[in-house]
């Protein structure tokens, strides 16, 4: 009897540990790694992983397919990104709601609830709306999404390309199926779809160190409204050196761009939190020029 006390509460012991440490902490971890394979995709994407972009392309189709992400389509969507950032009518995502001069922020924009609320819907689900619904896209005549050839994201040229990224995707997905069938789906939730959903939150937050996160911070940061361009265009510049962009040191990047170094030091979450309530829509100053346009903090 007292043994058999003993061995189950021992059992027990342990699944708590499993569940309530151990899975998190595979989450964690897990999500981190493929956060750091998703970006090497990226540099794939940009030509910046090898001199042969047959390799950078087979990498690339590789890795992103493993983790969901439409390579080419993204590829061809995201180069545009780069060419247009900031711009209201041409960039393609993370594109701000203009308003005319002088309009404040909607009154729930610092509601703590709403923030939360906020936070919680585009980090879990940001970047699959986008690749949808076009979610915080370029403003299209119709649907457009990642995974139709015929949607108008992509030129007639491009799209034999998203054919090619939707049958890699359809192989991953039967293959997650499989594994599904044979060890049952919450051990693929547990092992496989945990993990994705950091990642993706990862790559929803816009600051580059971390990827949505990476993207949201990257595109809303107030100190980067002018830099920002700069900072793009240091990133290009950098793509141009034979190392990985990421390990250009902070001296050399500051060199190139002087005073226009921008670097925001605060905690990522920190940062989050604050320009979810402050990122609602663009408008010009009230007494500048019409064409540029300006997050407003009130
Ligand atoms: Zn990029």
Redesign the pocket.
Known sequence: MGGGWTAQHTLQRTMWLANGLLWPSYWFWQGAVATGVWVIA?EC??GAFSNSEALNDAVGLFFHSLLLVPYYSWKHS?RR??QHTGSAELDEVFVPPVQPAGTKQPWYQHNPVYRIGHILFQQVLGWPLYLLFNVSGHSYKSWANHFNPYSPIFTKRERIEVLISDLALVAVAAGLALLGRSFGFVWLLKTYLIPYIVVNHWLVRRGWRLALMIAFLQHTHHASHSPHLLSFVA?NHQLQLPTSRNSVPTAARTQVLGSYYAEDRRNVFQALWQEVGTCAHVAPDVDGPEDVYWFQSQ
Do not use: A, K, N, P
């Open positions: 990226h994407g940009h995201h990104h780069h990133r």
